[in-house]
Each structure stands twice: as structure tokens, then as C-alpha cells.
Nanobody, 114 residues
């Protein structure tokens, strides 16, 4: 599967952005879609995931602010990010897990700054 991430940009604190991750095949066949992020000088961290059964999980720092969703018809997973904080600044990556294989898309930069 190939993944194409988009939607990053520069936003002020408290603002919103929506990231998209378009898959090259039906996401029904993908066990889980994930969003990771990597801030400068830090390790890449898993932010959220959604499985093909609809199960989802978030890290504590984004709960109540970020929402992951999927559009099966468009083979796309979204990450709606609200109430953004400077500490959310990072390169965001989408990835897909299918069986034992994990595929990565290119990153998209999110910068939260006034």
C-alpha cells in the first residue's frame, strides 16, 4: 500500500488543522491506520490509530483535541487537530499496518506558532 499525507501547515496556537492520508488501496484490507509525529530532537511517537473494526486510541496529550476518522469510500484517514499548542509542532506521518507489514507515508510538517 502507498500512502499520501497532506494538510500540514503553519497555524497559530488555538487553531485547527486537518491532515489527510490517502491510501492506494481499500482501507478495509488494512488492519490499522496510524498517525505518528516527530518533533525536532525527539523520538517519533504514535499519536493515534484506528483499526478496520473502528477501534481507536489516542495518546493522553491529544485526547479531547485530536480526532481520527476514516472515509472508506475515499480510502482516506483524517486527523482533525483542534486547540493546537506549540508542543504539537512536529512532522506528522501516517502509516498503515497490514499483517506483519507496516508502510509509511511521507511526513507533513505542522508548525504551531504565533
Amino acid at each position: 500500500v502507498q500512502l499520501q499525507a497532506s494538510g500540514g501547515g503553519l497555524v497559530q496556537p488555538g487553531g485547527s488543522l486537518t491532515l489527510s492520508c490517502a491510501a492506494s488501496e481499500s482501507i478495509f484490507s488494512i488492519d490499522a491506520m496510524m498517525w505518528y509525529r516527530q518533533a525536532p530532537g525527539k523520538r517519533r511517537e504514535l499519536v493515534t490509530y484506528i483499526t478496520n473494526t473502528g477501534r481507536l486510541q489516542y495518546i493522553d496529550s491529544v485526547k479531547g483535541r485530536f480526532t481520527i476518522s476514516r472515509d472508506n469510500a475515499r480510502n482516506t484517514v483524517y486527523l482533525q487537530m483542534n486547540s493546537l499548542k506549540p508542543e504539537d509542532t512536529a512532522v506528522y506521518y501516517c502509516s498503515a499496518r497490514k499483517g506483519l507489514l507496516t508502510t509509511w507515508g511521507q511526513g507533513t510538517q505542522v508548525t504551531v506558532s504565533s
